[in-house]
């Protein structure tokens, strides 16, 4: 078994893996089959992301919605302005590792 995925490293794969579906998703070039379920993001954090963004009706909604939230160890002023153009493998990689997590393969680090 490989060691276990701090917290850390764990938040900023989702959060990159997030920023990639706000870029892509409302505007219709993010198949539904490479969009994480919700359950995959193993972060409270991710979570409330990926509902301000897949519940919004476009990017200028979850936006206005992700400006709103607070989250702890996230800095959503940054999140905003990243670009996403590097981070097409992260919602796979979010599914991978919940699959991962699921079957006791993979350990997330207590904090």
């Known amino acids: 078994m490989e060691r276990p995925l701090k ?3 764990l938040l900023r794969h989702e959060l990159k893996a997030l920023r990639y579906i706000l ?3 409302h505007r219709g070039s993010l198949a539904a089959a490479e969009l994480p379920a919700r359950d995959d993001f193993q972060s409270e954090q991710g979570r409330e ?4 963004i ?3 009706g476009d990017r200028s909604a979850a936006e ?3 400006a709103r939230l607070e989250l702890e160890g996230v800095d ?3 999140f905003l302005r990243l670009s996403a153009d590097h ?3 992260y919602p796979a990689l979010v599914k991978e590792r919940a699959a991962a997590i699921r079957s006791g393969a993979l350990k997330v680090e207590s904090t």
């Open 7 to 9: 917290q850390v490293d």
């Open 49 to 52: 992301l990926y509902d301000a």
């Open 54 to 56: 897949v519940k919004a």
């Open 64 to 66: 206005e919605a992700i």
């Open 76 to 78: 959503l002023q940054s």
């Open 23 to 25: 870029e892509n998703l």
């Open 87 to 89: 981070y097409y493998t």
